[in-house]
């Protein structure tokens, strides 16, 4: 398919919309077939559930091009079950996960026009998300459902390059103890923009987040899990159930262990100790790693070694080593990338 005329490696982080995206309805306590379709609004009851009270979960992923000119996803079934548990703790109905790795094939087969040629750093962003859509006043879990996936292109992350960014400690909190850290949820977002807003206009980048019990744990930023490197090499990444279990922090262990030969860890990491660290990275999807340079703690500057300038010696590695097997320049593990074309 011929692509579209668009300036891919200018492209910032935006919605652009395309012709076609995924619908499907849930009623009468089953999904129907789901179909592609031309339009791009949602019209719901005003008294939707989602709109009353925010019974709303999404996932986020990427398709883009690989070195041998395949368009590939990474790691859907991932998406497909964390949207799963996403939905069973907002007493949602459960999209079928092979229903929704094929409504992602779908999603992307009709957009590869907006699919990224190899080299541009830019991609196409997969947004699943799933909304309670029939009228609710009583408190109570909405009985019908739509479930849509939209892309949209999307540039490189690293624009102009790397620039490792300064984080806040902040005093407010994203997540209860056994509450919904742990799930893509929009009301986890809703309840974070004051923070990040203020953050921003404090000259923060971002918020690193304590456990909400005792305040001394490192949880995570609003929208990225993260990694520590220590003195000695090792990988470490906080342990907590409030935390969304990134796909990439998953990925990124797992690469540090089996093709870097790293020592890992997933424990508890208490704030008292990120200072002995020598690197910090977030992961998510949008960057794969971003450079922490300096967290501040309430007037204490935390300054990693790796510095202002460029990414830790280790968190490159990680870096490349899993952006290289995204994009086919190296071997993945069994399963982890997706062929669509
Ligand atoms: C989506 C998300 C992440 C990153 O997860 P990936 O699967 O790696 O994209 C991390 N933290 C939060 C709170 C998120 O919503």
Redesign the pocket.
């Known amino acids: 398919m011929e692509k579209k005329n668009i300036d891919w490696s200018n492209l910032g982080f935006g919605y652009i919309q395309t012709e076609k995206r995924f619908v499907s309805n849930y009623k009468d306590g089953a999904w129907d077939e789901g179909v592609m379709t031309e339009d791009a609004t949602v019209v719901i009851s005003e008294c939707a559930g989602v709109l009353q009270y925010a019974q709303t979960i999404f996932e ?2 990427k398709a883009y091009t690989t070195e041998d000119g395949h368009i590939v996803v990474f790691r859907p079934d ?2 497909a079950s ?1 949207m799963a548990d996403s939905a069973r703790r907002l007493q949602m109905p459960v999209f079928p996960e092979d229903k929704f790795v094929e409504a992602v094939v779908k999603t992307v087969e009709a957009n590869t026009a907006y699919v990224p040629p190899y080299g541009s750093g830019a991609s196409l962003y997969l947004r699943p998300y799933m909304f309670g859509s029939n009228p609710v006043i009583g408190v109570k879990p909405a009985t019908e459902y739509q479930f849509r996936i939209f892309a949209t292109p999307v540039g490189p992350y690293f624009k102009g390059g790397v620039k490792p960014l300064t984080l806040k400690v902040s005093d407010y909190d ?1 997540a209860a103890p056994n509450g919904t ?1 742990h799930i ?1 949820a929009g009301l ?2 809703a309840m974070s923009l004051h923070a990040i807003v203020t953050a921003h206009e404090e000259g923060y980048d971002e918020n690193m987040y304590l456990d909400a019990a005792t305040r001394t744990k490192v949880e ?6 993260f990694l520590f490197v220590t003195k000695d090499n090792k990988v470490v990444t906080p342990k907590s159930d409030s ?2 279990p ?4 998953r990925s990124l262990m797992y690469v540090a262990k089996e093709y870097l030969g790293l020592e890992v860890e997933e424990r508890e990491v208490g704030i008292d100790e990120v200072k002995d660290f020598a690197e910090c990275g977030l ?4 960057a794969v790693i971003s450079p922490v340079g300096k967290i501040v703690n309430h007037g204490e500057e935390i300054c990693f070694p790796s510095g202002m300038e460029k990414m830790g010696p280790i968190t490159q590695k990680l870096y490349d080593t899993l952006t290289g097997i995204q994009m086919g320049r190296m071997e993945a593990p069994e399963g982890w990338i997706k062929v669509i074309c």
């Open positions: 986020g992923m991932l998406n964390r994203r850290g893509k986890n977002y995570e930023t609003g929208g990225a899990n935390i969304l990134s796909i990439t922090r992961c998510g999807t949008a």
